[in-house]
């Protein structure tokens, strides 16, 4: 199984998760978004998703696009560890909340998007970060008020079995994945809103738990994340 990805894309986040979830073993097959104009434009990649988008995943022959499509084909190739809880109510909030980030929250800070914003509406680089900032705090709030007010929550979004946190502990974990990295580290165009942090295009704001509590600063990246990136890094990207 071959996954076409870029350390730093969220769409791609999404299905190395999945996997990782699923202890599925994948090849990560690194493709540079920025270098040379972008390798996801190369023709031998068009062959392989005429969307020229990450990620694609490749399987017995197959190529599946689209993060939520490929993580779906791959709970229902691999039905143990059940990324969906079983019962109806419960799996349509969890899509509800994929799908606010996957198709309200991401689309509208793509690399691609940005660039149009930048190069053919010739928005200056702070009206294009304000409009980053703007649509990723309104998504995210919306998707906190949802976590929050949803009766499915524990200690994460969603309550598993043996889990009780109270909801407001958990909708704060989620702000706390909004604020994971540092502002001020030189701004370039992401499609992550994490890199958009890194790059000082989404601002942190002092986060506050639903006690008062000052929400400790999380971690900068996952061991997985780390991982994936010392192979996409360091595994040589095509020219
Ligand atoms: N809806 C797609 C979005 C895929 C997508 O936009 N991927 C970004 C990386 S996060 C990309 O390839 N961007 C390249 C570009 O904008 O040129 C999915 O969920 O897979």
């Known amino acids: 199984m071959k996954l076409y990805s870029y350390f730093r894309s969220s769409a791609t986040f999404r299905v190395r998760i999945a996997l990782n979830l699923k202890g599925v073993p994948y090849e990560v097959v690194p493709l540079h ?100 900032r703007h649509w990723i705090e309104l998504g995210l709030g919306q998707v906190e008020r949802l976590v929050a007010s949803s009766g499915h929550s524990g200690r994460y979004a969603v309550r598993r079995p043996g889990d009780d946190r109270r909801s407001g502990d958990r909708a704060a974990d989620l702000q706390r994945q909004a604020l994971r990295l540092r502002p001020g580290q030189g701004s370039h165009l992401e499609c992550d809103h994490r890199s958009l942090h890194a790059s000082g295009c989404v601002r942190p704001r002092p986060a506050v738990g639903s006690a008062g509590r000052r929400i400790v600063k999380p971690r900068r990246s996952t061991a997985d994340e780390n991982a994936a990136r010392g192979r996409a890094v360091g595994a040589g990207r095509p020219a």
């Open 33 to 132: 978004l920025l270098k040379g104009g972008g390798e996801q434009f190369s023709e031998a990649y068009i062959q392989t998703n005429p969307a020229s988008l990450i990620p694609a995943l490749e399987d017995d022959g197959q190529v599946l696009t689209q993060s939520l499509a490929i993580i779906e084909y791959l709970d229902e190739r691999y039905p143990e560890a059940p990324l969906l809880p079983a019962d109806p109510a419960s799996r349509a909030y969890v899509r509800a909340i994929a799908l606010a980030i996957a198709c309200d929250i991401h689309p509208l800070n793509n690399l691609r998007v940005l660039r149009y914003l930048v190069r053919d509406l010739k928005l200056p680089d702070e009206k294009k970060d304000a409009w980053v």
